[in-house]
């Protein structure tokens, strides 16, 4: 269900309430892709264009921010966890299917005389004192988007920007099947400002040091095809551990698209990736083509996640990861 009329008008009256001189917290996931910064950051230049003077925007964990990431507009208003607002009159959440996915930022959300949380996952477990959710958004930043709007902030290159990132990742460059004419008059929209399309496709798409690439080489080398996986639509996996990165001196961000050429292979409807995360510990990204929602798979396993993609945290070796995996698709098949 996408977000009621009051659910709106909810959300504009938390954001026209707060002073402009309030402070105003704006928090992402842990571990950020395009959508969760793209959708923060260009929401968070438009407050400044409200007059709000006193926001800061921030996620838990490791304060690294992507490479291709790097040169978004309003980043200089992003700040680690431990510099954030301690006690912000308004709490704002962008791209968080659930509370877990705060950290320990969790406790600034829940303490906030305001919040609003705005995301698109249709495993969105329902926080935060207004909740503008709609699974029908092909990313976040198409509700940011609207909500810019119905405070009557226009669309500037900078907010954009940032908007055209997050709809670019979170719909593969436009390939996805949540690619609608509402995603495509956006774009439209937000390239009208005088973005460059091709400068920031080449930016966040397709552009990685040699040493990524030579990774993704060895990666790719190692996937495993299992035809009978998924009630025979065929599953193909494969992993990599942080010795892989330590070897090729990569981040761990580099591993971030590498399920992109996993989900390509033909023979198998469901991919899944397995990336260290510590000892025993990986985070798992599924993809599947159609046939099987793996959501419901991430989900079981505390995770998350839409239909075709989704994700959550394993434990033991690879091996055992995609067994579990395995196990649960059949069980979903049955
Ligand atoms: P990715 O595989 O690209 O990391 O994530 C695919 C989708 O699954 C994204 O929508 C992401 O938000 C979601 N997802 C991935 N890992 C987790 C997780 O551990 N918990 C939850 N709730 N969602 C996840
Ligand atoms: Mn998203």
Known sequence: MSPSAEQWAA?????????????????????????????????????????????QATFPGQFSIPDPYAGLPGLDLLVPETDAYGDPGMVMVFDVASESRLGGLAGRLAAAPRSVVLDHHA???????????????????????????????????????????????????????????AVHELAARLIATGIRPGEISRRIFDSKPFGAMKLTGEVLGRAVLDPAAAGGLGMVWTYATLSDLERYSQPPYVLDTLIDPVRSVAEADVSVLVKQVGTREWSVSLRS???VD?????????????????????????????ATVRRLLDDFLN
Do not use: W
Request: proline letters at 3%; aromatic letters at 6%; charged letters at 20%.
């Open 123 to 181: 495993s969105n477990t329902g926080f935060g004192q207004v909740r503008l959710v709609d699974p029908l958004a092909a990313a976040t930043s198409v509700v940011a988007e609207q909500l810019l709007s119905r405070l009557d902030v226009p669309l500037d290159a900078e907010i954009a920007e940032c908007f055209y990132v997050a709809l670019a990742t979170d719909t593969g460059s436009f390939k996805f099947d949540m690619t609608t004419v």
């Open 11 to 55: 959300a504009v009256a938390a954001v026209r309430s707060a002073g402009a001189g309030d402070e105003v917290l704006l928090i992402c996931h842990v571990n950020p892709d395009g959508d969760a910064l793209g959708s923060m950051l260009g929401f968070a230049l438009g407050l400044r264009r409200l007059g709000f003077t006193r926001i």
């Open 294 to 322: 793996v959501s419901g798979v991430a989900i079981s396993q505390g995770g998350g996640g839409h239909r075709l993609a989704a994700g959550f945290t394993g434990f033991g070796e690879p091996d055992d990861v995609v």
């Open 289 to 291: 083509k159609g046939a």
